[in-house]
């Protein structure tokens, strides 16, 4: 078994809400090793950048809105199948659809508040972190 990096945000609706050490706690509580982490205001053009995938969607005008409506922390986890772990311990997109005990059954509001993002796959974890961390603020 190989370790893995995977990338996280805590995002505006968690921040808001004092959530940041709540959150993380479920993470360590499952494994994941928080190896970088940084409380920013994303910029308009951060946010339009990290989700262009999502560009002709309907919602992405309101998500770049809400990524910039108050601070984030930007994190690097890290953990032997970090992107599965990390994924599986958020729950679903949609805090209704997700199990108990996961971050968004926990903390989100809705599918657009869900408090936190994770990377979908190994690459583009990869992408995610060069965005926002240069190697040597990783220390794992
Ligand atoms: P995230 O994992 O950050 O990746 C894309 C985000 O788009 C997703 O979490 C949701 O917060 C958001 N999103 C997905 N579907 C919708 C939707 N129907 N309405 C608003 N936001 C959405």
């Given at each position: 078994m190989t370790l893995e990096r995977t990338f996280s945000i805590i995002k505006p609706d968690a921040t808001k809400r004092n959530l940041t050490g709540a959150i993380n706690k479920v993470f360590e509580d499952n494994g994941?090793?928080?190896v970088a982490q940084r409380r920013i205001q994303m910029s308009e053009d951060q946010a339009k950048k990290f989700y262009e995938v999502h560009a002709?969607?309907?919602?992405y005008g309101e998500l770049v809105e809400f990524m910039t409506s108050e601070p984030v922390v930007v994190q690097v986890l890290e953990a032997e199948n970090a992107v599965a772990k990390h994924r599986e311990v958020m729950g679903a997109t949609n805090p209704e659809e997700a199990a108990d005990g996961t971050v968004r059954k926990l903390y989100a509001l809705s599918i657009g508040e869900n408090s936190v993002h994770g990377s979908d796959s190994l690459e583009n974890a990869n992408l995610e972190i060069a965005q926002f961390f240069k190697d040597e603020e990783i220390v794992g």
């Open positions: 994941l090793r928080i002709e969607r309907p919602f």
